[in-house]
């Protein structure tokens, strides 16, 4: 352990029994569970300087990308990198991780300040997935990779099979989404073709709302098109901006032309 400013220890020792029982998995050094839970805004409305999860957090994060990264490629040895890439990013979203956080019901057991309290902070996604990163942080300096390993699979794994679904066909997924928002459809549009005739490559972008959602190249228009939608999910499901201005605006103000079908 490294941290020498570790949170006030928990009142409710019984509280981290229980959690360590829920995550399965007990630690040899309670304080790096205390720090895991200790929220920024915990930590700065202490008077001795104590140390938030900030860094745990920015461990973890590293810890599951890895973790998640050999599980999909020792599962899927037939899988290009790039639905690779489009898995992981699902898997690792903060959307995902929040959704487990919750699972284990981790809002409960953090340190926060009073603002983020009173704020519904203990059910914010962004936190939750924040501090489930800090949590697997914890768990790497506490047992190492295969104890980390064991609870990122304990949670994570058991989505592969929607995480291969998701993989298959995201136009459909991303014409549900605008549907179900908008009752609108994405265009997509030919930026380019580059290659020999016997191996083109084409790049194709995906637009809604006069704003581009993604992109993605290919040996096919079709296998472009997947592509550059599955940019676009993996945006949307990550928070993305464009996508958030996108929600903001009244169907009416949309640009008529994002209402039509492909020809």
């Known amino acids: 352990m490294t941290e020498n400013r570790l949170p006030l220890s928990l009142e409710t020792g019984p509280r981290l029994e229980e959690l360590q029982t829920e995550i399965g998995y007990f630690f040899l050094h309670r304080r790096l569970l205390e720090l895991a839970l200790c929220h920024e805004s915990f930590a700065n409305e202490q008077e001795d300087g104590v140390t938030s999860n900030e860094r745990l957090e920015f461990l973890g994060d590293a810890v599951l990308g890895l973790v998640v990264s050999r599980y999909l490629y020792e599962t899927h040895p037939d899988v290009p990198e790039g639905k690779l890439a489009q898995m992981k990013a699902f898997l690792v979203s903060t959307r995902h991780l929040a959704k487990k956080a919750q699972r284990f019901h981790l809002g409960n057991y953090l340190r926060l300040g009073r603002g983020e309290q009173l704020s519904e902070g203990r059910q914010r ?8 990163e800090a949590l697997i942080g914890a768990v790497f300096l506490d047992g190492g990779l295969e104890a980390a390993t064991g609870l990122v699979l304990r949670y994570l794994a058991e989505d592969m099979e929607e995480c291969d679904r998701l993989s298959k066909d995201y136009k459909s997924q991303l014409q549900e989404i605008t549907q179900r928002h908008f009752k609108a459809l994405p265009r997509y549009h030919v930026l380019s073709e580059s ?23 290919g040996r096919s228009k079709r296998e472009a098109s997947q592509n550059a939608a599955a940019q676009a999910v993996v945006r949307i499901e990550q928070g993305d901006a464009v996508w958030q201005r996108l929600l903001s605006l009244e169907p009416s103000e949309l640009p008529s032309g994002c209402a039509q079908r492909e020809d």
């Open 125 to 132: 996604s962004s936190l939750l997935a924040d501090a489930f």
């Open 195 to 217: 290659g020999p005739p016997h191996d083109r490559i084409f790049l194709v972008q995906v637009r809604f709302g006069g704003s581009t959602l993604g992109e993605g190249s």
